[in-house]
């Protein structure tokens, strides 16, 4: 696991409003991407990898086809490569340099997205901010709440439930157990007492324990299936949120698209 809250990255191509393009497109992608050095021709290429010890490179295909550089030779230091093409046959020699994408043009959002995430799930970094967020998901998991019942109270992980449903003024707890605990509280409530990294809201209905989603099954707002076999729909206007929120824990994902 690489620890980082930068990927050093160089772009190589002959066109600058091209070099303009893929910085915006990368930055777009994470802000984790920084550009250190652009330039228009190979002739400082090994200088510049010694200089800057680069995670990343992006570099057009035709400066590769005209001047025959060899990105591996002994000595160099290690980084991950995008090609960029007009010529879309190239993918397939983008192979020999084990390249971690190769993007056709016209050059496409979505595309720097793929490829980031391939950088990503290859190197494992997280950056500062996500190590934290891994220490409070650790203390959430720990974190325990009094739910009052006809005898009194039970004391419950946070970790043990698995989602909360709205009834009226009422609140359905289930939990791993499969027991349901019934609250006379509305689901508002606990909205702001259950730790905001294990738990979000994806229907004016429903909260959910991320931990226990098993399976996104995609629609207008979507589907999520818990590890209980139990389902509950996601609203629209909630389904982005989701996301980002599933994004945060989910960092084993195997270049998976969300599309919101």
Do not use: W
Request: net charge positive; glycine share 4%.
């Amino acid at each position: 696991m690489k620890i980082s809250n930068k990927i050093t990255c160089l772009i190589f191509d002959h066109d600058q409003t091209n070099i303009q393009s893929i910085g915006k497109m990368l930055k777009a992608a994470s802000d984790e991407i920084n550009i250190v050095k652009s330039s228009s021709d190979l002739s400082s290429f090994e200088s510049l990898i010694i200089e800057f010890k680069p995670d990343l490179i992006v570099i057009n295909a035709n400066l590769i086809i005209e001047q025959d550089i060899q990105f591996y030779q002994e000595g160099y230091h290690k980084f991950e490569i995008i090609f960029t093409t007009e010529k879309s046959d190239f993918a397939i020699e983008a192979f020999k340099y084990s390249a971690l994408h190769c993007i056709c043009k016209p050059y496409l959002q979505s595309e720097f997205n793929i490829a980031v995430n391939r950088f990503r799930n290859r190197h494992l970094i997280y950056s500062t901010k996500e190590i934290d967020h891994l220490l409070e998901l650790n203390n959430s998991n720990s974190y325990r709440i009094m739910l009052p019942d006809v005898f009194g109270f039970r004391l419950v992980n946070a970790n043990e439930i698995i989602r909360c449903e709205a009834q009226s003024c009422y609140t359905n707890f289930y939990l791993q157990s499969a027991e349901r605990i019934v609250v006379s509280k509305p689901l508002s409530n606990f909205v702001n007492v259950l730790p905001k990294q294990l738990f979000c809201r994806v229907h004016n209905k429903h909260l959910i324990n991320l931990n226990h989603v098993k399976q996104y099954i995609k629609g207008r707002g979507g589907k999520i299936i818990f590890q209980d076999g139990s389902s509950v729909g996601v609203s629209e206007r909630k389904k982005k949120e989701f996301l980002e929120h599933l994004k945060k824990i989910a960092f084993s994902f195997d270049e998976v698209s969300l599309s919101v």
